[in-house]
């Protein structure tokens, strides 16, 4: 009978092994089998991180290439060129001044205040998930605060990834030349929040030359720049704060057109153009200087 017992419970115990040792070699078969597809998503993961690290300086993926393919995108860019070229720098900042009294109707102290409730306790930096912030001016500016710092002030602080690029604006307000500025501001598809001192002269700026190049490489007639400006005013009052501001927004795009992206516009090239591209950048930095 004991015999009986004990031949029974080995006998039990091992099928119990069996069906373990078979339940964990499944497993690994299984593991075996979804292996290659975790390492597909790892891989497909470190190429999304790696596309993060990409050269700050390279054309960003929405660039001129693609975007002039826009049915019209090309034909609106030259149109744009050829009035910048034919106006030249005397009578663009003409058209400036006529233009630097106009405030949309409505742009109140009062209307200023009835907003002041509402933006209180308002952190747009979070709220908007603004992955980049272009700062257009010192921490101090002749001797007045002008911006805190954003990065940590110490060690214990929390730490963040900052990529900084410098871009000097001359003191008495004559920016000078910096391609750099267009594609490292681009291939984020989320905002951007761009500041200066009081947020109208040289954020305004960089502001409409984004705003410009966006609607152009999207077949958008950008030829009535009164209108433009009038647009910006109309969200921000004030933007562009003089003509040399107003230059140096053509003068920037008309360098990303026809200097680093030239062989999009190359059929805008004529000899006659190339002669009033050249008087152009003459009279700017006669202006600027």
């Known amino acids: ?79 744009w060129i050829q009035r910048a070229l034919d106006m030249g720098v005397p009578a663009l900042r003409e058209e400036y001044r006529g233009l630097s009294k106009w405030c949309p109707d ?13 933006n209180k ?60 500025l267009l594609s490292r501001i681009r291939g984020t598809q989320k905002p951007i929040a761009v500041h200066c001192s009081a947020g109208i002269g040289r954020t305004g700026t960089i502001v409409a030359i984004e705003y410009i190049l966006e609607c152009l490489q999207h077949g958008k007639d950008c030829v009535d720049m009164d209108k433009l400006l009038k647009e910006l005013r109309e969200q921000r009052p004030w933007s562009i704060q003089n003509d040399l501001q107003y230059l140096y927004i053509h003068r920037i795009l008309l360098f990303y057109f026809l200097d680093k992206y030239k062989a999009q516009n190359k059929s805008v090239l004529t000899p006659e153009n190339v002669e009033k591209y050249n008087k152009f950048i003459e009279e700017y930095d006669a202006a600027t200087r």
């Open 1 to 79: 009978m004991r015999l009986a017992l004990t031949a029974r419970r080995f006998r039990e115990t091992k099928s119990k092994t069996l069906a373990l040792q078979a339940e964990k070699e499944a497993e690994q078969r299984k593991e075996k089998e979804t292996q290659p597809v975790k390492e597909e998503v790892k891989s497909s993961r470190k190429s999304k991180k790696e596309s993060k690290k990409t050269a700050p300086d390279e054309p960003p993926a929405d660039g001129p290439a693609k975007a002039l393919s826009v049915p019209g995108a090309g034909t609106q860019v030259q149109k």
């Open 106 to 118: 409505g742009m109140t102290v009062d209307a200023f205040k009835a907003a002041q409730p509402e």
């Open 121 to 180: 306790n308002r952190c747009m930096i979070i709220q908007e998930e603004v992955e980049t912030i272009v700062m257009l001016c010192n921490l101090v500016e002749q001797g007045k605060l002008k911006c805190f710092k954003i990065k940590p002030m110490s060690p214990e602080e929390p730490s963040v990834n900052v990529s900084v690029l410098r871009i000097d604006f001359k003191k008495d307000d004559k920016p000078a030349t910096r391609d750099e």
